[in-house]
């Protein structure tokens, strides 16, 4: 798994590795030369390729690349226009450089590449001068003329961990070498464009810190006991649907059944029975009563409550599901706590981001901006795991760790593909004994990735715009490990 870092983890790390032993000149060293084989792999020696070096320790990446590259006989120019590095690493590697006859110049003519190596995370957005907008400027000249950029660790003028002060300006990358790990802003709304192609940079630390990007094999969710019965992957119950809103419980259901529970009961209002009978026959269908509801609750392993969901006895039926030793999802109408009970089984929550923004009386864009501070605080404060749906899922913990699913199918934002994903989780869920050797946020990440990659397959036969969520539910099936 990949990590995901704020500033001040990244800070972390090299201190870490500083105080363990390593020195960050080592650091800068492993990293400048691994970007530059990548480089090589892509191109040729007679290509043009330009090399922006910025003051701090990015820039000195930039030295080490270049050197690296000049030892292979690429032509290089090396241009510095805010001067030289000004950090003691950066400044020890500018030297060694100038051993291979690597100095600043200045810059003339149409380059193929240019790496950027200006900022990384240690970018002041507040001092956007005149001179950083003129070399932006003058840098996407060069691509409109087809120059290719690759960032190192961040792109220019991008922030690291959140976005709320961020100008729009930026260096746009085809690709970014990500070092040690990805930074929280590549899986932010407004600067994710700016990354182009993530590639990530292994300069051989130790995994670290709360986030990160879950890319495990779903195969542990595809196994089943060939000794099994119905009764070894638990009986789930969903509450939702309404007379205006009947069908959100009908793709819950169905993502249900296919997501591999053992028996699935459905309390739901009569017209949305009528579709269940007809499309879902293999789930149990009760009333939606309150009668009902107590009567079976004692009787199922999970309960997931929501979607399409209009009753005045909503907050009632969460209350009874809560006061019963079984994990709870809440999507959709029933996300309307403000607090929620101390207890052993886990509560879920799965809201996109405006009922998020919300539950936490804040605009979509301010959820936006800091998503994983928003997601990881609501998690915390209330010790519940909080599934946050956007571009990408993102999995809090209550321990202020989290995991990120991205790459899903845009064909995904439409109105039944929460219902869907709701109805999945909810069924994996309730197979917690099947699943025991899966903690609940790794099963929870496993069954988004099954979800995601689902989508991505149905993209290989149909138009994103064109997919609905009938179309992936049919794909969980096919989907392999
Ligand atoms: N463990 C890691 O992740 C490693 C990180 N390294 C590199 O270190 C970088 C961070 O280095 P630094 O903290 O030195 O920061 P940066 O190199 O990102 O930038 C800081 C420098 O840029 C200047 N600056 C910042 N904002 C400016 C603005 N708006 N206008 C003009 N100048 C501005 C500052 O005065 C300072 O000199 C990472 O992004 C990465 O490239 C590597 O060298 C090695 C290992
Ligand atoms: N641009 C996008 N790329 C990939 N997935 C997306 C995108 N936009 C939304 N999604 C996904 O689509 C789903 C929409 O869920 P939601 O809004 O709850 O739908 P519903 O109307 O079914 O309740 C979420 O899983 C979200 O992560
Ligand atoms: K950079």
């Known amino acids: 798994m990949e990590m995901i870092y704020d500033t001040h983890e990244a800070r972390q790390i090299d201190e ?21 084989k990548q480089i090589k792999e892509h191109h040729d ?14 820039g000195g990446d930039g030295y080490v690349i270049g050197r690296e590259l000049i030892r292979d006989g690429y ?9 030289e590095p000004k950090t003691a690493t950066a400044r020890l590697h500018t030297r060694y450089a100038e051993k291979f006859g690597l100095v600043a110049e200045g810059i003339c003519g149409q380059y193929d590449v240019i790496v950027d190596a200006v900022f990384g995370t240690g970018f002041d957005g507040a001092r956007f001068t005149k001179s950083v907008t003129d070399l932006f400027a003058w840098v996407q000249e060069q691509q409109q003329q087809g120059a290719r950029l690759y960032a190192v660790d961040i792109p220019s003028g991008i922030p690291t961990d959140q976005t709320s002060d961020f100008s729009g300006k930026g260096l746009k990358a085809d690709a970014t070498f990500c070092l040690h790990a990805f930074k929280r802003s590549a899986f932010l709304v407004k600067t994710a464009p700016f990354f182009g192609q993530l590639k990530k940079i292994d300069l051989g630390l130790p995994a670290f810190g709360g986030w990160s990007l879950y890319d495990e094999s779903i195969e542990p969710l595809l196994t089943r006991n060939p000794y099994g019965h119905k009764g070894t992957y638990g009986t789930g119950l969903l509450i939702g649907g309404s007379e205006t809103m009947p069908g959100s419980i009908q793709l819950a259901t169905r993502a249900a059944l296919r997501t591999g529970i053992g028996k699935l009961q ?6 949305a029975q009528l579709g269940l009978i007809i499309n879902a026959p293999e789930a149990m269908i009760l009333d939606q009563t309150t009668e009902t509801i107590q009567g079976i609750v004692t009787q199922v392993d999970v309960a997931g409550i929501g979607p399409g969901l209009s009753s005045e006895f909503t907050s009632e039926w969460i209350d009874l599901l809560l006061r019963q030793d079984i994990p709870v999802v809440l999507d959709a109408s029933a996300l309307i706590r403000d607090s929620y009970p101390e207890r052993q089984a886990a509560i879920v929550v799965t809201p996109h981001i405006g009922e998020f923004a919300r539950m936490t009386n804040q605009t979509v864009a301010e959820v936006q901006d800091d998503l994983f501070e928003q997601a990881s605080a609501y998690a915390m404060l209330h010790q519940v795991i909080v599934v946050l749906k956007s571009h ?12 990120v699913i991205a790459g899903a199918s845009s064909g995904l934002a439409k109105g039944g593909s929460g219902d869907t ?3 999945l989780i909810t069924s994996l869920l309730g197979q917690r004994k099947h699943y025991q050797h899966l903690s609940i946020e790794r099963l929870i990440a496993m069954g988004v990735s099954w979800y995601a990659q689902a989508s991505k397959q149905v993209e290989q036969r149909m138009h994103p715009s064109s997919i609905v969520a009938t179309d992936l539910i049919e794909q969980l099936g096919k989907v392999e490990g």
């Open 16 to 36: 870490w590795a500083k105080t363990s032993g390593l020195p960050l000149e080592v650091l800068m060293e492993r990293a400048g030369s691994e970007i530059a």
């Open 45 to 58: 020696a007679d290509e043009r390729i330009l090399i922006v070096c910025g003051t701090g320790n990015n």
């Open 75 to 83: 032509d290089i120019t090396l241009h510095a226009p805010f001067g």
């Open 266 to 271: 459905v309390a739901t209002v009569p017209s």
């Open 392 to 403: 990408v899922i993102l999995i809090a913990k209550p321990d202020g760790g989290g995991y």
């Open 421 to 423: 994903l709701f109805g």
